[in-house]
């Protein structure tokens, strides 16, 4: 399986994954990173950001799986998405502190990894 493929593949199931489990228990999910869901309207939006919107983007990975002409436009999305998730959570860090919790820390590392291995993917070309 070529590379993007392979990583396209990771991707979706890591997104449906935690997706599925935002979705189906948002206070739990939430606590791992220290949100305390006071209200209804905090644990649906927690529901609907976290959970619905990562199945979506599985659900996108799906078919540019299934359409291999979307496998680029695919890179570009996930480089740019965690890309820009590291950015705000390092300086999140930086305004905010935090950075004694390793919950972010292990977060900003698997984004730039991700970012990176989506970048490295896009640059090898049709030939991935």
Aim: hydrophobic share 60%; charged share 10%; proline share 4%.
């Amino acid at each position: 399986m070529p590379v993007a493929r392979l990583f396209l593949v990771v991707q979706l199931l890591l997104l449906a994954g935690f997706g599925g489990a935002y979705f189906l228990w948002p206070q739990e999910m939430g606590a791992v990173s220290g949100m305390l869901l006071m209200e209804s309207s905090a644990v649906t939006d927690v529901r609907a950001y976290y959970g619905a919107l990562s199945i979506g983007l599985a659900v996108f990975l799906g078919l540019c799986l299934w359409l291999p002409e979307l496998t680029r436009p695919a890179l570009i999305l996930l480089l740019v998405l965690y890309a820009s998730l590291a950015l705000g959570r390092i300086v999140g860090l930086w305004l905010d502190g935090g950075a004694q919790q390793t919950f972010n820390l292990w977060a900003i590392l698997f984004e730039v990894v991700s970012a990176g291995l989506a970048g490295w993917a896009l640059r090898r070309g049709p030939a991935v």
